[in-house]
């Protein structure tokens, strides 16, 4: 019988929420009421620690690729001189 109880405590709550169609309508409050329930709703998306580690492979590898300058790359089709100087 607690069960039953509970049912109509949710039957009754939602009896608010219902909107009378007639030409009294306010639109603009109805809009306000959705645009308050979007900006409480959870985000939809990567998680912060994905996006976190995202971020931190991205940094990776930007400090990876920006070696590649440094490295004489022997092409024979290019007469490119070596960016570093070898004393030896």
Known sequence: MNEKDEADEFEDDDSEDIVETGDDVDIDHIFR????RKKGAVKVGDPAWRRLEKYREERHTKELVSDFDDYDIDDPESNHKSR???TG
């Open 84 to 86: 570093r100087q070898h």
């Open 33 to 36: 009421d959705m645009e308050k």
